[in-house]
């Protein structure tokens, strides 16, 4: 049975999730939304490089809707626009369309996620008779789901950690991550909102998530993190990231039994390889990594490339681990759902030909 599907976002991660959308064979294309009137009248394909396809993008949501899909893969962006983006949403679910997203990272555990919010998308999802759900690659796949799937081959749990290691390079990020969200560049003494607790949410939500699924009862969430001062000055994207201002981070966020942390997910971003030689790295280039201690020890070390574009491949993966859900959302109940009330997402229908 195809699927009848709009998508809505072209940016790094976006762009791979509609040509994600065009080439699989379970999947029909059938509207593209755009933000930008420089992309509204232009061919979907022909934006993601893939060649004609018959479909117009538009700038117009209703008009959109006017197709009568089945799904709609949001991946617009929410900075700045949060109120916007859920309305949008919510609209689309209203309309008996089924969401998947990677916009809304407090949502990938419904349970974090703010009631009101919550109630507001459920209840739009199920007058629609339709699944909204948030994933993406961490927070998400490596996140969320990975490390209790791991955490099945253990005798004895004493902790889990889950480890983001990447370098930010020039060029790599969109400017909005790199420096509204990162902070790169400004001063030390200012907290981006990526270390900011309400931006470490998401994360917590994650954390909360593997809690759930494990049966461990949380005292509390504790944050903290760690802000790296360039060495030097160097350009970057187009501007200049001076000594002494933010040129990387690391923040953690940890789940709390008895005074001792048991759950945690900790990132290290580098906005140059050779920066930071303390902090954990990886040989292998951008890499996630799972550490359970415990009986067995288990340690395991995921990295992942587009070609020649180590970024690519994490773009990728946030893309297809949404486009990839879409086929299960059919069959899934009504309302806001997490990866844990689906079955399992797979490659069905991605192996080459």
Known sequence: MVTRVIHFGTGYSGMHALRGIIDHPELELVGLVVHSDEKAGRDAGELAGVGPVGVVATCDLDAALVTDPDAFCYMATTHGRFKAA??????????????????????????????????????????????????????????????????????????????????????????????DICGFGKPVDTAPPIVDPAGMLPWAG???????????????????????????????????????????????????????????????????????????????????????DGSPRLECEFSFREADDHLAGGFNITAMRAVNAIPALRGAAPGVVSTFDLPPVTGRGRFAS
């Open 86 to 179: 859920i309305a949008e949403v919510c609209t689309i679910l209203e309309a008996g369309v089924n969401v998947v997203t990677t916009s809304f990272g407090l949502l990938i555990h419904p349970g974090s996620a703010r009631p009101d919010v919550l109630s507001r998308l459920d209840g739009a999802a199920r007058s629609g008779g339709v699944s909204f759900l948030s994933t993406g690659i961490e927070p998400g796949f490596f996140s969320d789901y990975l490390p209790v799937v791991l955490s099945g081959c253990a005798h004895r749990i004493d902790s889990l950690r889950v480890y983001e290691l990447a370098v930010y390079e020039s060029g790599h990020q969109s400017d909005e991550v790199a420096f």
């Open 206 to 292: 994650v954390v909360r998530s593997m809690a759930e699924q494990l049966g461990v009862v949380l005292d509390g969430i504790e944050t903290s993190y760690e802000l790296l001062p360039a060495a030097d000055a160097f350009d970057y994207q187009g501007r200049r990231i001076d000594a002494g201002t933010i040129a990387g981070f690391r923040f953690e966020i940890a789940g709390m039994v008895d005074g001792c942390t048991r759950l945690a997910v900790e990132h290290v971003t580098r906005t140059r390889a050779d920066q930071a030689p303390h902090w954990p790295n990886s040989t292998a280039g951008d890499v996630y990594r799972i550490e359970l």
